[in-house]
């Protein structure tokens, strides 16, 4: 019996195990800015109870299994992460694993486009673009061939992957959406990232864009190789050959560009400079308009090659972008989307939907998509 009270006594003595729950720190009180604020970036311009005190050999036993468990669910906190929500009643009781519904998803959506509108002092007003451009560049990695890439992993979180060319400034957009991963711990890298794709192309006045959750994240083992996303200094057989590998076809390609009417171009990323339209925070037809109905020449400067517009000299197009109306084929297309806004809307709202999901072993089926309430 002493020896085993001497054995209980040293393990009371040894660090304390830290919990494998972490708590979400409260947000800094912020002050509100009007919705509508954000949504009038439109404009033509841009900035860019007591127990025994006797000993038990048998509560001691369940005391050192207690113990082991503590520790090995620490191991596993460090190794990976929190581990998942549980429902709890008042008397803290365990009542099963949560599963989140669509009012969950609702939620981080809202704190997305709350962010959106609270961050305003990046590039022309809105992270929106970069968002748009992490969940279409997490997205895009993907080859029907053998299988890997895509949404599912978000392996961009890793040097490899997120050190590529092709995701320079991304990190912005990862750093952005952190607050809403420590807010929300239950969802995964690979479905927040895409529901930010889908909050900034509904908060930026684009179509709604039906959305459903099932990504897993990842290791560093699954990151892809180098050159999987386009180069904006090729042309239409580059883009044939990239956008193949996913599975589109020359509608698609023309379709997802589109997604040009948003953000711009940085020096310091891609090298490229300037925005394709005067209202880049807003999704519109206007890229295709533009492309379409001005005149571009080569811009005059140290930097890759690059067109601007004649008339302003202000707005930008990348030799992939030109393409879309040398090419025959791309040309109709992007001729019917110059005319009506709508047949746009919805046929980018299909290929969106269908980039966010390549690769992706769902659970659910297509007809349990969901689609999320814009702010107000």
């Known amino acids: 019996m002493a020896s085993a009270t001497r ?28 919705r509508q604020n954000f949504q009038s970036s439109s404009r033509r311009g841009y900035a860019s109870g007591p127990e025994g005190s006797g000993f038990s050999a048998g509560k001691y036993i ?48 809202d704190e997305i486009a709350k962010a959106l509108v609270e961050h305003d002092d990046y590039d022309d007003g809105s992270y929106g673009p970069v968002l748009l451009r992490l969940a279409w560049h997490c997205s895009g990695t993907y080859d029907k061939e053998t299988g890997t890439g895509g949404s599912n992993g978000a392996t961009m979180r890793f040097a490899p992957e997120g050190d590529h060319g092709a995701n320079a400034g991304l990190k912005a957009a990862r750093d952005f959406l952190e607050p809403i ?6 969802i995964t890298y690979s479905d927040l990232w895409t529901l930010g794709g889908v909050c900034a192309v509904q908060e930026m006045q684009g179509p709604d864009i039906p959305w459903r959750p099932g990504r897993t994240d990842r290791d560093v083992s699954m990151c892809t190789p180098d050159g999987r996303l386009p180069d904006a200094s090729k042309e239409q057989n580059h883009l044939r050959g990239i956008f193949g590998r996913m599975g589109f ?58 067109y601007q517009d004649v008339k302003t000299k202000s707005l930008m197009m990348l030799p992939t972008d030109v393409v879309l109306v040398k090419d025959k084929e791309f040309k109709k297309h992007a001729e019917r989307y110059a005319l009506d806004n709508q047949i746009f809307f919805n046929e980018f709202k299909e290929v969106v939907v269908k980039l966010f999901e390549l690769g992706v072993p769902f659970a659910s089926k297509e007809s349990d998509r969901i689609v999320l309430e814009r702010s107000s």
């Not at 992460?81 to 669509?102: V, Y």
């Open 181 to 186: 991963k420590a807010k929300f711990p239950w």
């Open 62 to 109: 369940v005391g050192l299994f207690g113990l082991a468990a503590v520790a090995v669910g620490g191991a596993v906190y460090m190794e990976y992460g929190p581990l998942p929500n549980f429902k709890q009643d008042s008397a803290k009781e365990t009542r099963g694993i949560f599963t989140p519904k669509k009012q969950d998803y609702q939620k981080v959506y």
């Open 249 to 306: 076809d020359d509608r698609e390609i023309v379709a997802l560009s589109g997604a040009h009417a948003l953000g711009r171009c940085h020096t310091d990323r891609s090298g490229y400079d300037g925005p394709w339209t005067f209202s880049p925070t807003v999704l519109t037809n206007d890229y295709f308009k533009l492309l379409l109905e001005e005149k571009w020449e080569f811009k005059k400067w140290n930097g890759p090659k690059q």
């Open 7 to 34: 054995t209980f006594n040293r393990l009371s003595r040894a660090a304390p195990v830290v919990s494998p729950f972490r708590t979400t720190v409260s947000r800094n009180a912020r002050s509100s800015i009007a």
